[in-house]
């Protein structure tokens, strides 16, 4: 069993930086990839970006391609989502998940609460 707990969100405006932080229990932690997907208002739950077990192979949406970035300290148990030049569509509640294969498909065994990011000038 794997429980992830997000944290860092919050209301920033229009070209704000933030990091959102996913902090893992479990041993096999290490093992899994990481995924961050987001839900607006209304908006289907949507994939982010994810991070391999190795941390050597990530890959984002479209979306937010060359303005957020996942990174992983495994011996702290935690992943991190930073996140750039924000945009209005970038609100959200984030969550982070994680699995064997967790990715932009989704099959993702383990899921946070969630953290509301809010950008509004």
């Known amino acids: 069993q794997v429980q992830l707990v997000e944290s860092g969100g919050g209301l920033v405006q229009p070209g704000d930086s933030l990091r959102v932080s996913c902090a893992a229990s479990?041993?096999?932690?290490?093992?899994?990839?990481m995924g961050w997907f987001r839900q607006a208002p209304g908006k289907e739950r949507e994939f982010v970006g994810s991070?391999?077990?190795?941390?050597?192979?990530?890959s984002y949406a479209d979306a937010v391609q060359g303005r957020f970035t996942i990174s992983r300290d495994n011996a702290k148990n935690t992943v991190y989502l930073q996140m750039v030049s924000l945009k209005f569509e970038d609100t959200a509640v984030y969550y982070c998940?994680?699995?064997?294969?967790?990715?932009?498909?989704?099959?993702?065994?383990?899921w946070g609460q969630g953290t509301q990011v809010t950008v509004s000038s």
């Open positions: 998940a994680a699995g064997p294969i967790c990715g932009s498909r989704g099959k993702c065994d383990y």
């Open positions: 479990g041993r096999a932690f290490s093992t899994y990839s």
């Open positions: 991070l391999s077990a190795n941390g050597r192979f990530t």
